[in-house]
């Protein structure tokens, strides 16, 4: 009975981070919603505590990331109902039970290495841990729930701390009021520290209540200082004075359903949206126009009859345009020579390309296939798709007629690390492109709030192009400018601006996470010692 207790109890809290990011946006329970696992760790066995963060991490991921179940059904793709939903039930329990995986190992490490130790320590540990743990994690495939996102883009001002370390410096904070509020849960009740007292001097009582809610008031007291920090950054004249050149850039959402994209009617429709959204902003004075990933699906610069149409209205305007389609491989190591790149172009109507970017963190399963020894099999059994996406250069820096651009392609919006290396090289200007057409509209939503928090890392103007939504415009404290509608066909453009400003996290990059665990070994390798 009480094994059932407890991971009710670790449930509840994974459930109530699952309720922190869209659709629901309650941004303020990631502040509580560890309480519950801090404090099993800090009773349990180490392999008890384990199955207690998976239950928590199941719910939460599993919970987060359920809209990837809305993949399903894939018959457009000539995928059969039931081997499309074996393919999306797979891919969200893999997703789920690798950040079960995680805050497993995270509640481990807090039974082994922390019930012995002081409340000071505890926090320093249980920090370097569960962002140890999400650096390793943003090493590989499936990154997208870190603790850090859950406050995008609803707590702008508790998120300028990002400006820092990066998300990982949000994440630390999460952990550490979670657990400063669980330890107070922990200690001996007022009444019985107040019983103890030995002094009955009017003062007493306050003294005993400090002490009591000690930890509690650190909480709020850090929560103060980071909202200071905040309320200091997002001052709007700090903003417009490091603001460089002005740019009035066009974003066009085409709302193209993914169905159309394997019909021969549907690239014209396709074409057609493109074209008129182009025209339509070229005329009203957009220098610089942006189109969403795999805009117009053709490989390209390849001559193409079906792109005939977009390619005369952008000659006679040549107001630049970033292309979203297929390029040839640029890997002369390929395996494949047929294999090819999901890529932004920058062109203009003067038949070459200004500028090219290759999607580099690309889509399981979507887009490559995992484990392909292991997997390979088993998805060509299951899905009729033939070939793959080649990666870009994780390297690759991209110059155009304005300066250096900062770009990311769908699903790296979810890398911190991808923008902070393009921004470090110089980028002025985040461009994000994605394609959500085939996902839950909440799932758009919490895109949306990826590219925010990427924008305050950053200190940078970002411009969001979706097929879909959310298509939209961020200034360099993560505030919206301007938000599209979901499943729409829309143009709009608005002023952003280059600019050339450093964060401490540009700069050096996540530096606490290494801090923390160079504190977290001393410290327990000093109880060791001295025990």
């Known amino acids: 009975?009480?094994?059932?207790?407890?991971?009710?109890?670790?449930?509840?809290?994974?459930?109530?981070?699952?309720?922190?990011?869209?659709?629901?946006?309650?941004?303020?329970?990631?502040?509580?919603?560890?309480?519950?696992?801090?404090?099993?760790?800090?009773?349990?066995?180490?392999?008890?505590?384990?199955?207690?963060?998976?239950?928590?991490g199941f719910c939460y991921h599993g919970?987060?990331?359920?809209?990837?179940?809305?993949?399903?059904?894939?018959?457009?793709?000539?995928?059969?109902?039931?081997?499309?939903?074996?393919?999306?039930?797979?891919?969200?329990?893999l997703i789920a039970g690798w950040g079960a995986v995680l805050s497993g190992l995270w509640a481990g490490g807090m039974a082994l290495f922390t019930q012995k130790l002081n409340v000071p320590s505890r926090l320093v540990i249980a920090c370097a841990i569960f962002s140890g743990l999400e650096i390793v994690w943003s090493w590989g495939p499936l990154y997208w729930t870190a603790l850090g996102y859950t406050q995008s883009p609803h707590d702008l001002l508790l998120l300028q701390i990002s400006r820092l370390s990066g998300q990982q410096t949000m994440t630390s904070a999460i952990v550490a009021v979670n657990g400063l509020l669980a330890e107070t849960l922990l200690q001996k009740t007022w009444r019985d520290r107040f019983a103890s007292a030995n002094h009955q001097v009017i003062i007493t009582p306050l003294l005993v209540f400090v002490k009591q809610w000690r930890y509690a008031i650190a909480a709020i007291l850090l929560v103060?200082?980071?909202?200071?920090?905040?309320?200091?950054?997002?001052?709007?004249?700090?903003?417009?004075?490091?603001?460089?050149?002005?740019?009035?850039?066009?974003?066009?959402?085409?709302?193209?359903?993914n169905i159309l994209t394997v019909l021969p009617r549907g690239w014209e429709i396709a074409v057609d949206n493109y074209t008129k959204g182009y025209e339509k902003l070229a005329q009203s004075g957009a220098e610089m126009i942006v189109t969403p990933e795999t805009a117009i699906s053709f490989l390209y610069p390849n001559y193409d009859a079906r792109r005939e149409p977009f390619d005369r209205v952008v000659e006679k305007y040549r107001v630049p345009v970033w292309l979203g389609g297929f390029g040839k491989t640029r890997n002369p190591n390929t395996e494949d020579p047929n294999n090819y790149t999901n890529s932004l172009f920058l062109i203009d109507g003067s038949n070459k390309i200004l500028s090219q970017y290759d999607k580099v963190r690309l889509v399981p399963?979507?887009?490559?296939?995992?484990?392909?020894?292991?997997?390979?099999?088993?998805?060509?059994?299951?899905?009729?798709?033939?070939?793959?996406?080649?990666?870009?250069?994780?390297?690759?820096?991209?110059?155009?007629?304005?300066?250096?651009?900062?770009?990311?392609?769908?699903?790296?919006?979810?890398?911190?690390?991808?923008?902070?290396?393009?921004?470090?090289?110089?980028?002025?200007?985040?461009?994000?492109?994605?394609?959500?057409?085939?996902?839950?509209?909440?799932m758009s939503a919490q895109h949306h709030a990826q590219d925010v928090a990427r924008?305050?890392?950053?200190?940078?103007?970002?411009?969001?192009?979706?097929?879909?939504?959310?298509?939209?415009?961020?200034?360099?404290?993560?505030?919206?400018?301007?938000?599209?509608?979901?499943?729409?066909?829309?143009?709009?453009?608005?002023?952003?601006?280059?600019?050339?400003?450093?964060?401490?996290?540009?700069?050096?990059?996540?530096?606490?996470?290494?801090?923390?665990?160079?504190?977290?070994?001393?410290?327990?390798?000093?109880?060791?010692?001295?025990?």
């Open 1 to 56: 009975m009480q094994n059932l207790q407890n991971l009710l109890f670790a449930a509840l809290g994974g459930l109530l981070m699952g309720l922190t990011p869209d659709p629901f946006g309650q941004w303020w329970l990631a502040w509580i919603a560890l309480m519950p696992l801090w404090m099993l760790a800090q009773r349990l066995k180490v392999k008890a505590a384990i199955a207690m963060g998976a239950m928590w």
């Open 63 to 93: 919970m987060a990331l359920f809209w990837i179940t809305s993949v399903h059904p894939m018959e457009w793709m000539g995928v059969p109902w039931w081997n499309s939903f074996l393919i999306a039930t797979l891919v969200w329990l």
């Open 224 to 257: 103060l200082a980071m909202a200071g920090y905040g309320v200091w950054e997002m001052q709007s004249d700090r903003m417009a004075s490091t603001n460089g050149k002005a740019i009035k850039a066009g974003i066009i959402q085409g709302n193209f359903p």
């Open 365 to 442: 399963v979507g887009e490559y296939i995992p484990f392909k020894a292991i997997l390979g099999s088993l998805i060509k059994r299951l899905s009729p798709l033939r070939g793959e996406v080649e990666a870009g250069s994780s390297e690759q820096l991209v110059d155009t007629p304005w300066g250096r651009f900062i770009l990311g392609i769908c699903y790296e919006s979810a890398y911190p690390a991808t923008f902070r290396f393009q921004t470090a090289a110089g980028g002025k200007l985040i461009l994000s492109a994605s394609n959500n057409a085939h996902f839950a509209s909440y």
């Open 455 to 531: 924008a305050i890392e950053s200190d940078r103007w970002a411009v969001r192009a979706t097929n879909t939504g959310y298509s939209g415009f961020v200034d360099p404290n993560g505030r919206t400018i301007w938000l599209s509608q979901v499943n729409t066909y829309e143009t709009h453009a608005e002023t952003v601006y280059l600019r050339d400003t450093k964060t401490l996290y540009v700069l050096w990059g996540d530096w606490m996470t290494p801090l923390l665990g160079v504190m977290g070994i001393a410290i327990y390798a000093q109880h060791r010692l001295m025990n």
